[in-house]
């Protein structure tokens, strides 16, 4: 069984400052995923980085990086130079490998951007 | 990359009306596909996962009889929510997925029962 857990239900950052977002997990797997999913107002559901959790190195895609300790189970998202189109709300999610396991997301956090 | 389409986005409609949900993977065949419901600012539930072919399997607490799931094909996969009443109001979303890669999600369906 998998759990994740964010615990900030709002954040608020200054445009072109950085924010971290944090994210624990827990897991009975031995090999499983990471993965942040940011989700608009349009409320489309859109990808924004994975983690292998073989992977030592933290996963990288370009304003966004990821935080990830293993040991303690943490997962935190840091959005660099944030800017207006990042106002979300971002959901930490977990799974296992094979096709039809599932996700298991958090609870979400809403992220405002002030101009 | 990977597209999921699904169909339609918006559905208002009368109590007691069936409403069918559509969900298509346009550019790869997916494995699976899987059936989320959610409510204003909260996160995803999922109500059930489904493989071409078999039958879905739900969620606890999720009716069968009440959501209809059919995954005709490795790309099209239908949700039906049967006798529809004003509780069933809410954001549908599908999601499809190719083994070891990652969930695919549509657009949602906001559906409204009057």
């Known amino acids: 069984a998998q759990t994740v857990t964010q615990s900030q239900p709002e954040m608020s950052v200054q445009e072109a400052e950085t924010v971290t977002l944090s994210c624990t997990y827990d897991?009975?797997?031995?090999?499983?995923?990471l993965f942040w999913y940011k989700q608009p107002p349009s409320r489309q559901m859109i990808l924004v980085i994975r983690?292998?959790?073989?992977?030592?190195q933290n996963a990288t895609e370009n304003r966004f990086s990821v935080n990830f300790q293993k040991a303690a189970k943490s997962f935190s998202l840091k959005i660099s130079d944030s800017q207006l189109g990042d106002a979300a709300m971002y959901f930490c999610a977990s799974t296992a490998p094979g096709a039809n396991s599932k996700l298991t997301f958090g609870k979400g956090i809403t992220l405002s951007v002030r101009p | 990359g990977a597209v999921v389409s699904q169909h339609p986005s918006r559905v208002i409609c009368k109590s007691g009306t069936s409403v069918k949900i559509e969900c298509r993977s346009l550019d790869f065949q997916a494995t699976t596909m899987f059936w989320y419901r959610q409510f204003p600012k909260q996160s995803l539930m999922l109500m059930a996962t489904?493989?071409?072919?078999?039958?879905?399997?739900?969620e606890q607490g999720v009716e069968k009889d009440k959501f209809l799931i059919n995954h005709a094909s490795l790309t099209l996969s239908t949700l039906t929510v049967t006798s529809a009443h004003p509780e069933d109001s809410s954001f549908y979303i599908c999601s499809a997925r190719r083994t070891d890669q990652p969930q695919h999600f549509g657009d949602g369906t906001r559906l409204s029962i009057l």
């Open positions: 897991t009975s797997e031995s090999d499983y995923y």
């Open positions: 489904s493989n071409e072919g078999s039958k879905a399997t739900y």
């Open positions: 983690q292998e959790a073989y992977k030592q």
